[in-house]
Nanobody, 123 residues
């Protein structure tokens, strides 16, 4: 599956952004999906994930209550709503697809990746 992320930008602390990921090539609904981020000098970390059906989600503690992951299997899209942004949310954000039967939390558990979209939060 090919993934194309978009929606990043520069925003002030407290602001909002919506990231989108368009999928093509294979059946999108076959995959659990995740959003990762990587800040300069840091490891890539899972921010949020969602099962193939959309029924179950996972959030990193650092973004719970601020970020919301969703998907539309009819449109082959994945989204991440970012509210209450903080400077520490500044990073490249990646969407990724996993063929595992459960939601994975590790980078190695995802098989397909989109290019990153940059989110910059100013203080």
């Amino acid at each position: 599956v090919q993934l194309q992320a978009s929606g990043g930008g520069l925003v002030q602390a407290g602001g909002s952004l919506r990231l989108n990921c368009a999928a093509s090539g294979r059946t999108f609904s076959n995959y659990h999906m995740g959003w990762f981020r990587q800040a300069p000098g840091k490891e890539r970390e899972l921010v949020a994930a969602i099962t193939w059906s959309g029924r179950n989600t996972y959030y990193a503690d650092s973004v719970k209550g601020r970020f919301t992951i969703s998907r539309d299997n009819t449109q082959n899209t994945l989204s991440l709503q970012l509210n209450g942004l903080k400077p520490e949310d500044t990073a490249l954000y990646y969407c990724a697809a996993s063929r595992l039967v459960r939601i994975g939390s590790q980078r190695e558990e995802y098989d397909y990746w989109g290019q990153g979209t940059l989110v910059t939060v100013s203080s």
